[in-house]
């Protein structure tokens, strides 16, 4: 029974991958500019905060083979370097010693007590920057751990990960794992647990999607009123994405009842919020009673190309870009490699009923464009799609017209964005 759950949702996951490119590409970039562009010249940086999500670490305990972990997989994680890329972000973090890391949730593969303790392990080995976590969906009360390991619950999450936020913030959320973070003096991190896997138990079921409960929303209004009244700004972060991203990733993807959410930023002028969950990297904006709000949906860092984030606050804007993390020499080369070839290879039957004279190079454009979208990378989907011009025009010809919306990527970068407040 639970087992049939798992593989639905994962499979779900493999077709919106392919429908991610070819089905609809039509991401929130209307309307962008809203807000306008900030360029921090000689300003001094107030506080910089690297940004990673969806970690995903399988405690090797759990598996007898680092490549056994690679069955659990079919969305182009990299699985088997979990540890690692893990291991490159610390590396990355005390060599350039941002104020602080943050991990917007999926900490562990599936809620296993061990991934997370196994985590715990190497984010000790952070020596300069403070590391603050909340969970995501996957992190908690899970019903289907990886070799029936024990999985955590809230009051144990907070236990594990005390010295990472747990212990030491500013204010609790009474109905959450939540709560309010003094970055400085002029900053505070709202850190929004959106899960609700506290009632997984009970529904027999991993429940996927996120919420806002009302008791977390009074809070938050309390948090927000008082920062506001300091002249503080406020970055927000939470698993689940603020705002949609694309149609193929809503349901369970934007948190449920998001407009009160939005409401209540554009009512006290939070501007910027920072996600995961889809594991896919884009920027989404939204204007709300004439406030713009952003959500910064970082991909996952096991996924092509395997990305940290980099934000950098300054007292009129902040400027926010990606690296990727290498943990040994052409490994983003196979981690594209690798994400491409989970669902290329399965598709090619599929692609020569449909295509029977260029299935290969059509499938292999397809996946390859395909990697590019989920690492944010627009300029170089438009590179492929210009030097793909008579293959696409075959496709066009040929196929069902399900390849137009490809062309309305815009050509702009998701790994990157500098705004005023
Ligand atoms: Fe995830």
Known sequence: MRKSKKTKSKMRRTAVMLTCVLALAMMSSCGRARSKAYNPQNAECSVSAYICTDTHLLSNNLVTDRDEKMVYTTDGRIQKYDYELVDGVVDTVNADKPDYLVITGDLSFNGERDSHLELVKILDKVTDTKVLVIPGNHDLCNISTVAGDATVTPEEFKEIYADYGYSDAMSYDSDSLSYAWKASEDTIFLMLDSTLSKFNFEENRNITGG??????????????????????????????????????????????????????????????????????????????????????????????????GRLKIYDGGYVYDKISIEPFEGFTKASFDNFVGVNYNKSLERYRKAYPDKYEEIAAFVYETNALYFDGDYPQIHEKMKMNRKLLKYVEKNGNGYNKDLFTVPNVSQKMLAREW
């Open 211 to 308: 919420f806002i409960s009302g008791i977390t929303y009074d809070w938050i209004e309390g948090i927000l009123k008082e920062a506001v009244s300091k002249g503080q700004h406020v970055v927000s972060f939470m698993h689940h994405n603020l705002m949609d991203h694309n149609s193929s990733f809503v349901a369970g993807y934007t948190i449920i009842k998001n407009e009160y959410v939005l409401e209540l930023f554009a009512k006290y002028n939070i501007t910027l919020n920072f996600s995961g969950h889809m594991h896919i990297q884009n920027i989404s904006e939204e204007e709300v009673n004439g406030v713009t709000i952003i959500d910064v949906a970082n991909s996952s860092l096991l996924a092509y190309s395997d990305t940290l």
